[in-house]
């Protein structure tokens, strides 16, 4: 596609509930990243997938944060068991090489854990 | 690792007159600089980026500066308009390695009329 597609674009959830974002990065690009923006905050680093490496996961704030990459393209962000401390807008990136040269964001998934 | 510190957190300036937001990083081997504007229910794009290789480059109203001794980068818009308002959020970069871009904590820029 022409840009980074996310979705849902808003999601609802109850607390104790899991819920699946999903990211279709451009056609071509190898890097994939989540980010995590909690309201008035900045922009926090979760997880980055490249090519066929093992993810860097270092930025996942607990286990029941967990993320896929389906055949080096479409990725998923799961969150199990969700907590009110969830709540934020989801980021999700992507870039042509193994650099970070030229993210390409989408417009995000804002969760809401009621 | 990189940490990226970003002053001031919030901006209000005239329109037409001159906005300055700046940054400061920790890894001195840090060589990509972008910066990123984030209008409101939308994702951060880049609006422009430096390397370490110059220390200035700019594009019409938006110029970044980079002082690599002092380890910090800042980004200028002059003339402002109303269309420039928005959360505006700095990053390093070491762009040879396979890694992740750290942010500052961004800095919401208030144009007034």
Redesign the interface.
Known sequence: GAGVSQSPSNKVTEKGKDVELRCDPISGHTALYWYRQSLGQGLEFLIYFQGNSAPDKSGLPSDRFSAERTGGSVSTLTIQRTQQEDSAVYLCASSPRQVAYGYTFGSGTRLTVV | GENVEQHPSTLSVQEGDSAVIKCTYSDSASN?F?W?KQEL??????II?IRSNVGEKKDQRIAVTLNKTAKHFSLHITETQPEDSAVY?CAA?L????????????TRLSIRP
């Open positions: 990509y972008p990123y229910g939308k994702g951060p794009q880049l980026d959020f970069f762009y040879s390695s396979a890694s992740k871009i750290i942010f500052g904590s961004g």
